[in-house]
């Protein structure tokens, strides 16, 4: 069965880091000009989503980094019974995986951009919706990595070495 509190827990690293994602959107730097005696020159808002994209990275990555310990990579753990819970298992693993780097990906893009100052035009700010698409993939990862972990668990908890499909050489 499921640890419950590994799934709380990563439900509530993955709400945290959706919530910081979409604020991160919010804030993303917006540029504005100044103009003087020596010419033209970009004025940049503080830097709030950068810190608000690299707190969301960090709590999707210990999320991430949960179930693969509680679930030791798929691979090292307890052999996993055939049937619907192991077929169900192995897809969502990539699933996992894959919506995890793409949601990685989009707050690194993210973060990496809005910290990136020019100081003459044109000015460079972050494209509206990088923040955005990578709360998306956390709210993805969140959904596929409960459902891997459960499936997992029920996969693992079923497997009986009494019955496994073994060549029985009895001593006569």
């Known amino acids: 069965m499921a640890s419950i509190p590994v799934l709380v827990v990563v439900f509530v690293f993955d709400l945290v880091a959706f919530a910081l994602a979409v604020a ?3 804030r993303r730097a917006k540029t504005s000009f100044y103009e003087d005696a020596n010419g033209r020159y970009c004025i940049y808002e503080p830097q709030v989503a950068t810190n608000l994209g690299v707190a ?3 709590l999707l990555l210990a999320s991430q980094l949960l179930i693969t310990v ?3 990579c798929l691979c090292c753990g307890k052999a996993l019974t055939h ?3 192991r077929s169900r298992a192995i897809p969502l693993f990539v699933a996992f995986w894959g919506t995890f780097i793409i949601a990685e990906t989009c707050l690194m893009a993210g973060t990496v951009e809005n910290g990136y100052h020019s100081r003459h035009p044109p000015c460079k ?3 509206k919706g990088v923040f955005g698409a990578g709360a998306a993939f956390i709210v993805f ?3 596929v990595s409960e459902f891997y972990y459960v499936y997992y668990s029920k996969a693992t908890n079923d497997f009986d070495p009494n019955n496994a ?3 029985g050489m009895g001593m006569y």
């Open 83 to 85: 049937g619907t819970s």
């Open 70 to 72: 509680a679930t030791r």
């Open 24 to 26: 991160a959107e919010q």
């Open 56 to 58: 969301s990275l960090v």
């Open 141 to 143: 990862t969140g959904i």
């Open 125 to 127: 700010a972050l494209r």
């Open 165 to 167: 499909t073994e060549l």
